[in-house]
């Protein structure tokens, strides 16, 4: 099939060139920003200015130049461009979209933004490529060169079962007071299709459970229930996690606290990567700040050491956040998590560390039997207001 590039729109206006052009062809999204060679290193660690930087109270962070309202009125226009040019290429029938959305020297970042309702409106075939597969095709096409692809992609909406499912386990406590008290490991099962997801989040979901068979070889009795959970669809929104904590702590719209919530001691997360732990985000939680520091005092030649009360989001310690509870994440060292790894055709096993992924584990364990150990929970910080979800 015959292949025509489309420019990024900036109206709905800039559509209509296209009209008429497009039935039968493969549309091929310009590359707004080709690839500039970067001089980082591959893979890179936390230096000790590095840390104490995180550690250091955080700069007071500029004012917005553009109120929050403009700044909303501005993602849903784009968003309704980008409705406009799906229904106007399904419309003046094209076959199919190529697109590329970042990667250098042969990664290339993926991702979707057509909805996965079971009533969502059919969308075009979509075929990811390299920046610079992608570019070649756009300069020739741009050249008067005429272009064919041969195309053929087999795909399937799962509609069977619409659930999402978490992975939970636990090591049940047994102190007579404590034990209905529970400590949650946490990290994500699912991931991007365009690789095998090992560090995002493969990574973390092998390291809670290795956690947790470290705790049960020990033979050591933890006084609170130990709880680990592998969370779905986390990519699509923390589904998993939100959903868990809505149903059996509380739902952030109306903050009305389900018994559960008293309950929980503490969630810690693992989702950066495969690189070591090199400490803690405390969250805000001044109080638990010196408590962490204290756990962290027998990993400090291990590498981790840094407490920071900086917020970090994005995973699903936020789902617990949101409503009261001391839900935190890890530290890691970045290595080759940003650009290379996250969300990328390079995102297999090859990229971990094995020496990395088991003085994770360790440092969670320890800070696992520490949360169940305790005669009090952690510290938490004020509850939340309500927060009424986006419309």
């Not at 099939?1 to 009209?19: F, R, S």
């Not at 690839?35 to 550690?55: F, G, I």
């Not at 929104?237 to 702590?249: A, E, I, M």
Request: aromatic share 6%; proline share 7%; hydrophobic share 40%.
């Amino acid at each position: 099939m015959p292949v025509v590039v489309m420019k990024a729109p900036t109206t709905e206006a800039d559509l209509d060139q296209y009209k008429g052009k497009l039935r039968g062809k493969i549309v091929a999204m310009n590359v707004p920003t080709p690839p500039k060679p970067s001089t980082d290193p591959d893979l890179r660690r936390y230096s000790d200015e590095d840390l104490q930087k995180m550690a250091d109270p955080a700069a007071p962070r500029p004012a917005s130049n553009m109120p929050d309202a403009a700044a909303m009125a501005t993602r849903r226009a784009q968003a309704a461009l980008r409705t406009k040019v799906s229904e106007m290429l399904i419309s003046e029938g094209a076959a199919a979209v190529l697109s590329a959305r970042g990667g250098i020297y042969g990664t290339f970042n993926t991702t979707n933004g057509a909805p996965y309702a079971a009533d969502a409106k059919p969308a075009l075939p979509e075929i990811e490529m390299t920046i610079e597969d992608q570019l070649r095709l756009i300069r020739l096409v741009d050249a008067g060169i005429p272009v064919e692809v041969e195309m053929e992609t087999k795909t399937r909406f799962q509609t069977q079962d619409l659930k999402g499912y978490n992975v939970v386990a636990e090591i049940p406590g047994t102190d007579r007071k404590l034990k209905s008290e529970v400590v949650m490991l946490g990290a994500h099962i699912d991931s991007w299709h365009a690789a095998t997801g090992a560090t995002d989040n493969a990574a973390g979901c092998a390291v809670m459970m290795e956690a947790v068979r470290i705790l049960k070889a020990t033979g050591l009795k933890p006084r609170r229930t130990i709880r680990v959970a592998l969370w779905g669809e986390e990519e699509q929104g923390l589904h998993g996690s939100r959903n868990y904590v809505k149903n059996h702590f509380a739902d952030p719209a109306t903050m009305q606290l389900k018994p559960e919530h008293e309950k929980l001691a503490a969630y810690f997360n693992l989702d950066n990567g495969g690189g070591k732990i090199r400490g803690i985000y405390a969250q805000g939680n001044e109080a638990v700040a010196p408590i962490f520091s204290q756990w962290l005092k027998p990993f400090a030649d291990l590498g981790a050491s840094t407490v920071t009360l900086r917020n970090t989001g994005s995973t699903d310690h936020i789902a617990f956040d949101a409503v009261g509870l001391p839900g935190f994440q890890f530290i890691q060292d970045g290595l080759d998590y940003f650009p290379q790894t996250h969300h990328t055709n390079q995102d297999t096993y090859d990229r971990l560390i094995a020496d990395d992924l088991k003085q994770a584990s360790v440092v969670v364990a320890s800070f696992a039997y520490d949360a169940a150990m305790r005669d009090q929970k952690l510290p938490r910080k004020t509850l939340p207001t309500p927060v009424k979800p986006a419309q």
